[in-house]
């Protein structure tokens, strides 16, 4: 099993990146599946999330800019990052809960994301 992220990298202030996180060696079009982050020095912190019926959730400092979703067919979760700003900045990952799990127990290798002011 596999998550690999990408679709990071350097944007100015107001611009926009779209993250991928592509699965393989399984379907995971029942797990949720959520994208993290970690700046330098913080602990890592759930951005957004995703259920197997799209139902969403978001953290407070992103709601109205960044926007999750998936696509089954392709076993793949985006995450439409919209008016970035310089606390935006960060390595991004994502994750999936494995079926009736409660926490996420899979991960990929991140992508860093970085906003110039």
């Known amino acids: 099993v596999q998550l690999q992220a990408s679709g990071g990298g350097l944007v100015q202030a107001g611009g926009s990146l779209r993250l991928s996180c592509a699965a393989s060696?399984?379907?995971?079009?029942?797990?949720?599946m959520g994208w993290f982050r970690q700046a330098p020095g913080k602990e890592r912190a759930l951005v957004a999330r995703?259920?197997?019926?799209?139902?969403?959730y978001y953290a407070d400092s992103v709601k109205g800019r960044f926007t999750i979703s998936r696509d089954n067919a392709k076993n793949t979760v985006y995450l439409q990052m919209n008016s970035l700003k310089p606390e935006d900045t960060a390595v991004y990952y994502c994750?999936?809960?494995?079926?009736?799990?409660?926490?996420?127990?899979?991960w990929g290798q991140g992508t860093q994301v970085t906003v110039s002011s």
């Open positions: 994750a999936a809960m494995a079926l009736f799990s409660t926490k996420f127990d899979y």
């Open positions: 060696g399984r379907s995971f079009s029942g797990n949720v």
């Open positions: 995703i259920s197997s019926s799209s139902i969403t």
